[in-house]
């Protein structure tokens, strides 16, 4: 097959001035990361030290699944521990042994501090040490913040995996890590191509089961598979291991350049990685080109929601023809989306952070076809006449590597397809 990868722009987006906003934010907070993360690590739970506030919020996000004896809950602090009245450490203890007693199937817990804890300042670190010891070797106790005030929406699955590296055992093996919390499918679709082309020795992080192997160490290479995970990228680091920069794995493009990166660091020829790749570009160029005829030519809008909109706006310009007017984040890591940046070509409004109220200005401005943002902004925009397609679905979906491509781009012509037909009927 002839390489048909478009050419990089002349002037990409990584020295691009970037319009940093700070004011009123209208996204979620870091808990919200429990609803995909409990459903990855299949012997976790993760214990919410919080208010009703915060156990309102996941039964909401989390929607049907708190019917199924869930993996995760919400220890909420009475006023009287708000008040200094009880000792809520010791309380929070007594209340894990009696989880851990009735619940068996437990090999990890995450005590996951909210803003209420953190204001009364909780030390959670201190109770997942004693518990730990407490409970040692059957179950870990870990802790980490998914505080609004700490963390947005996506960041709460950089803290949780940040906290497990400190604890993973050193190893001397030269293997790479894969790291991001991916839907099984797209995972094991990940695991059998870097087999094919030859990198057989992969950890996962994080992995399914607490009983895997995953070690790490300076012979421990690292890619990432979400643009979200500074934090992780920096613990890792610490622990000698060394990151392998690419672009994400969104779309043909970002997938093909994601494995040669890889497959370079690991010494291993292009063509033997040509070889195994070209079948399944192939579908997935092909998938794409399917939404795209929807997409192409469209003005794109992002607000800021899950650090995924950089790579986004890179997959749908490039592969999908849109037109990215702004591109919201709420962090721009450098050192993590650099090569995404390099690849988007210069235009749009780079934004990191927020004030919704301009933002919303300028989107109003702008008109654009298709808006990506948060469900608190979209039924108003809807309102308003204008398309939305909801942010939360990028981290539910399986979106990552070749077979996910034509899913990917189909999550963003839908909600203009949807419009199409509506107006249709109404014209009947
Ligand atoms: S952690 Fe903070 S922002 Fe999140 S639900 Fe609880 S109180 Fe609200």
Redesign the pocket.
Known sequence: MTDQSPTPPAIGCSNAPVLKERGQHEV????TGIIWLHRKMQDAFFL?V??R??A???QSAAGVMIFAEPRFGTAILEEGDLAGLADAQDELEREVDRLLARRSDIRQLFLVG???SEVIKLDLSRAAERLSARHAPKVRVLNYS????ETTFTEGEDACLAAMVPALPATDDRQLMMVGALPDVAEDQALDLLARIGINNVAVLPARHADAQVGVGPNTSFALTQPFLGGTHSALERRGARHVPAPFPFGEEGTTAWLRAVARDFGIDQSRVDAVIDAPRARARKAVAKAAETLSGKKLFFFPDSQMEIPLARFLTRECGMQAVEVGTPYIHKALVTPDMELLAQGPIIAEGQDVEKQLDRCRAARPDLTVCGLGLANPLEAEGMTTKWAIELVFTPVHFYEQAGDLAGLFSRPLHRRDRLKLEAAE
């Open positions: 979620f907070c870091g808990l919410v919080g208010s506030t915060c309102h919020l996941l909210s803003c209420p998914g505080s609004g005030i």
